[in-house]
């Protein structure tokens, strides 16, 4: 038997790995590293944690064979030449239908294979679905106060920590003008990953840096994510001890050239698999009990992982192949170019994007309330936008952008969002520095400088009234379009239909 360990199951502390010290296969697959643009960090990343996990393994003993191949059919087929009998076995991937594939592959190229549990998730598919009974619409709050009590957690006789299960409320400060967060850490890429750096900037040059319309690409800054074990911990340890404390508070806020605030960055290495989310959890709660960190960073935190992580992946399960297609709002607009190149004088979209094209990141509140709300209010189509963050992030992989970006940002399925996070400029302002340094003017709706944000939106309720007045959670804003006489509504669909126009030809 051979463990056929996958990029994004880089593990010896669950899974097979964890009592098996035989024969292992690990695949290289460049097709793969092809489907999409990928931001080269993504590349870099993950070819490097593989290499690295490989050499921890052969270092301790574990015989590897690790295979560069076009595809894995390829890899397969040289394996079972080389082992006729043998049986692979792994853990059932996360992206859809990647356990039968595997299978498939392995068949064709005269083999077998077995698929077991994804042990690198809390929560199992059958606890899932035994919890989620025949409910047409999942929520994820109920889904949470599960898991704290399934895995007692910040529980004490059933009862949440504190009294609150949530402690939201206390977790949308803005920070003052001169606070300075925290500094991350950054692992300086070593010979193995420069290695491969080069490598990936050779073989899949004309990718990310050259979407869709080419050229012009800044080079992103030096690489500097985790990529061993040993790196991930170091990353853990060093948000615990500087960043948790407010990691709260200062959830939601946006402060521009602060890209990561308190946040953890630790979602690339969770989704390789180098961290699992009960010692992420753990160490969190160990804070909590040993110095006094403010429950409401603690909880906020632990929510984000054995709740939201959790749900998007069960979500993703049950509800693919349908919700990569879902988009029950019928909005068709091509993706703005400036997603992919930065060039727009709006202050918040280009501080964001510009730290993506950096460094294939940008923390929770900007993605969800600048990307995926421009997205939204404009009319994008969901798949393109849901290919754009798969391309561009380190942490992304279809599981996780999908339900995150169709569902959650767009609105495409109503799975688990009950109404669509469509905001004006108002809550931009609201949370983040970014309006005064902007050339738009973020308190007016139409007219030349007004900010997109404002017209957008408007248009966006306006055109989808069909769809969405009934729905009771946007009463109030329906109200306030109401109130909006004739001559203002056509102005607003006049500035939203210019402000696609200035985008298209990349003058927004
Ligand atoms: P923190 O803010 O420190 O949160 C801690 C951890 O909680 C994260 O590391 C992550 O593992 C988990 N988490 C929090 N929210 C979510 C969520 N909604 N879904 C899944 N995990 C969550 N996450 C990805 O891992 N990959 C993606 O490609 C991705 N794309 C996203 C796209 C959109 C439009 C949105 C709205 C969210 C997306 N997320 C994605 C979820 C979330 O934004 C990121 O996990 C988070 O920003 C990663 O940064 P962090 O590690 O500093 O997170």
Known sequence: M?????GTQLTRQVGPLANHDGRVLMIEAREFARRHPYHPHKLTLVFSAMRHFRDALVADGYEVSYRQAE???????????????DELVVMRPASHGGGDRLRTLATEAGGSLRVVENETFLCSPATFDEWAGDAERLRHESFYRFMRRETDYLVDDGEPVGGEWNCDEQNRETPSADYEPPAPPTFEPDETTRAVGE????????????????GDWADPEPFRWPVTRDQALEALDAFVATRLPTFGPYQDAMVEDEW???????????????????????????????????????????????????????????TMPELARANQLDESEPLPTFYWTGETDMACLSDVIDGVRARGYSHHIERLMILANFALIYGVEPAQLNRWFHAAY????????????????????????????????????????YCSGCPYAKTK???????????????????????????????????????KDEGERTAISERAAGIRNRAESGRL
Not at 407 to 424: C, D, I, R, W
């Open 2 to 6: 051979t463990v056929l360990a996958l």
């Open 260 to 318: 990561a605030m308190n946040h953890s960055l630790l979602s690339a290495a969770l989704n390789l698999g180098l961290l699992t989310p009960a010692e992420v959890v753990e160490r969190v709660l160990a804070a909590y009990h040993d110095r006094s960190v403010p429950l409401n960073s603690v909880e906020g935190f632990v929510r984000q992982v054995i709740g939201w992580r959790e749900f998007v992946r069960h979500v993703y399960r049950r």
């Open 394 to 433: 380190v942490d992304a992989y279809h599981w996780v952008t999908t339900p995150n970006v169709v569902e959650m940002g767009l609105f495409g399925a109503g799975a688990f969002a009950t109404k669509p996070y469509a905001s004006s400029a108002n809550y931009v302002d609201k949370m983040s520095d």
């Open 445 to 483: 709706t139409t007219g030349e400088n007004a900010c997109p944000f404002n017209a957008l939106y408007w248009d966006f309720l306006d055109r989808n009234e069909a769809q969405l007045r009934a729905n009771h959670r946007m009463g109030l804003m329906y109200h306030q379009l109401d109130n």
């Open 71 to 85: 595809t894995f059919g390829d890899a397969f087929e040289s394996h079972f030449d080389d082992r006729p009998d």
């Open 199 to 214: 490598w990936v900037a050779d073989e899949f040059a004309g990718g990310y840096d050259e979407q869709p319309y080419g």
